[in-house]
């Protein structure tokens, strides 16, 4: 059984930072792949930013710049650092992890005050 945990959700004014963790926990051998994907309300789920085992990384065009992704291998944990928030980056993070399938966090929820 593998379970993923984000925190570091909040409320923001627009221009400010939050830092976003997950940490991955169970019957873990080894994580491929990273991410944090993002769902607003009316809207798909979309790709913000991943990472790899080796540190590649993957941006969304909307946070490039703003946003970094970095990951802790021997603690099975991945987070994201917002910058520059903007009310459009409002919306509910979920972390997923590649661990021989794709496991998804419960998500925590990101609202940028104009």
């Known amino acids: 059984q593998v379970q993923l945990v984000e925190s570091g959700g909040g409320l923001v004014q627009a221009g400010g930072s939050l830092r976003l963790s997950c940490a991955a926990s169970?019957?873990?051998?080894?994580?491929?792949?990273m991410g944090w994907y993002r769902q607003s309300p009316g809207k798909q789920r979309e790709l913000v930013a991943t990472?790899?085992?080796?540190?590649?990384?993957n941006y969304a065009d909307s946070v490039k710049g703003r946003f970094t992704i970095s990951r802790d291998n021997a603690k099975n944990t991945v987070f994201l650092q917002m910058n520059s928030l903007k009310p459009e980056d409002t919306a509910v993070y979920y972390c997923?992890?590649?661990?021989?399938?794709?496991?998804w966090g419960q998500g925590t929820q990101v609202t940028v005050s104009s």
């Open positions: 997923n992890a590649d661990i021989n399938g794709a496991y």
């Open positions: 990472i790899s085992r080796y540190g590649t990384t």
């Open positions: 169970g019957s873990i051998f080894s994580i491929s792949t």
